[in-house]
Structures are given as structure tokens and as C-alpha cells.
């Protein structure tokens, strides 16, 4: 299982870092600096001298390059390794219980992945495609984290809190849809539909929401809110969990109070490019480390629920045993 845990960790870091450039993408502009799919212009690799030979495209060759290595990365490294984790999951299905069926789900998911890229290119990158595009992929990175906490050798989790699975995904769904909702927010141009924070222009809390885009931007602070108070009761719930566990709910409570300075930073600074991947990197990091605590207290639930089991059967055991003795 070492060689498992190994290589679903290294994939769920590179998951994590092409979600990070695929914003760099997005905030650059640089989606359609390659308007074709899989090629770029009609080329697997696009070197300066044919990019000069183009008519004006509108792009530099660093944006270009952007969206290529994006999908080079996917494509070339992401790819293959996704193959040998589902691999090695499947040669560890009779010890890791339903590890040949999250393989196989992994590899539908990245299937999926490579289709939405295409569909996001075709589809001009319009908001709801990056969206999507971007949910699934969080789908993938939480499959891929399972089986990194799945492949760690059995452990009993002792204290770990009954009812911390259920707060954990909670929290878990609040942080994806919020982060959906941001690069809807970041794609369709409404990353400054309100200019202050927490209160919209002067209008107080709720603003006018006629218009699409102050909407699409108020209803993201409110998933962000919502997302805040899911972590915090989260991180309270794991106060008295295992150490693993506890850890886990403090840096994720940590990373969403930096993340909420962060967005009012964001809208005062008028939307500076730093600032803003600065937000989806500890966005992204914020879901990896909820869907950790997630897999994490699920685990140890069930270890808590064998326990208690072994422990019954353990009583029944020595009832029945006494009981025999006294009728012999």
C-alpha cells in the first residue's frame, strides 16, 4: 500500500498545482490563446517561429504557452500517473475495501476532465463551462485523496468525533460550490460589480439585484459566508478529535479567516492579478484540507464503529463464557 499512498499523493498535489495554473489561465485571459482543441493553431507543440508565422491572434506567446502547458501537464504527466494509481488500486482491492471501484471512478472523472477542456475551449470559455470544468476537477483531486488516506497502514483513531463526518462534508460541498461560484464570478467579468466590502457600493446589505452581475457577485459572498460558518463549525466540532484530526479543523479554520482578508483585500485593490491567484490558491488549498478532514473523520468513525464492536462482541463473548462455566 506504501507505493499507493506514494503516488495518489504525488497526483494530488499535481491535480492541486494545475488547478492553481488552470487560474493563472483564467485570470490572464490566456483560455482561448489556443481557440483549438487538442491542438494549439493546428500544432501539438506551437514554437515562436510558427506562432510569428499566424495572422494577429490577439494573444503574446506566453499566454499561449500558458494554455499549452496547462494541457501538457494534463495530458503528459497527470494522465499516465492517474493510470498507474488506478493500477495499483486495483492490485490493492482485496486489502483496501471498494479501492478497484474509486479507481475506476477516478478514471471516468479524468476521462471527463480531458472532454470538459474541450467543450470549455469550443464553448468560447463561457462562465458556466469554466465552472463545471473546474468542479470536476475538485471531484477528481477528492477521489484521489481518498485513496491517499485509504492506502495509510490502519490506525484507531481513538476520540476522533462521531459526527465529524457529517459537518466535514457539509463543509466539503459549501467549499466547492464557492469555488465554482468564483470563477463563474472571475470569468464573467464580475469580480468588481460591487466595489466595497462587505456592503456593495453604499448600498447597504443588500443591493440592487437586477443586474446579473451584482448578483452573480453577491451570491458568491453569500456561498463564502455560508462556506465561513460551515469551517468554523467544523473546526469547533473537532476540538476534542484525534490530533490528526484536530490539526486538520484548526489550518482549515486558519485558511478561512486569511481567505475572507483576502477577498476584502481583493475588492479594495480593485482585482489586482497577484492578489486574486493569491485567493484561489489558498481557495484550493482550504478544499484540499477539507476533503482530508473529510476522508480522515470517515475513517475514523468506522475505525470507532469496529471498536465498539469488537468491544461488544468481546462482552458477549465473556458473558457467554461465564455463563456456561456457572452452568457447568
Known sequence: MKALRWTSGIAGLLTMALIVLGAVVRRTNSGLSCPDWPTCYGHMVLTPGDFASLP??????????????????????????????????????????????????MILLLVIQ???????????NSP????????????????????????????HLIGAAIHTPQIAALSWITVLVAMMSAAMVAKSGASLACTSWPFCGGEGLLPDLSDWLVFLHMAHRVLAAITAIAILVLFMATRNADASVTHLGSLAFGLAVLQILIGAVLIFLLDPIAIALLHEIVGTIIFAVVTLLLWRSVFAADNLDVDHLARSLGNLSGEALRGARNTL
Do not use: C
Open 56 to 105: 494577429p491572434t490577439g494573444y503574446f506567446y506566453w499566454q499561449v504557452m500558458l494554455e499549452w502547458t496547462h494541457r501538457l501537464i494534463a495530458g503528459t504527466f497527470l494522465g499516465p500517473l492517474l493510470l498507474v494509481v488506478a493500477v495499483l488500486a486495483v492490485t490493492q482491492r482485496r486489502k483496501i475495501a471498494h479501492a478497484g471501484r474509486a479507481a475506476g471512478l
Open 114 to 124: 480531458a472532454a470538459l477542456g474541450g467543450v470549455t475551449v469550443l464553448d468560447q
Open 128 to 155: 458556466w463551462s469554466v465552472a463545471i470544468h473546474l468542479g470536476n476537477a475538485l471531484l477528481l483531486l477528492t477521489v484521489i485523496f481518498w485513496l491517499f488516506e485509504r492506502s495509510r497502514k490502519p490506525a
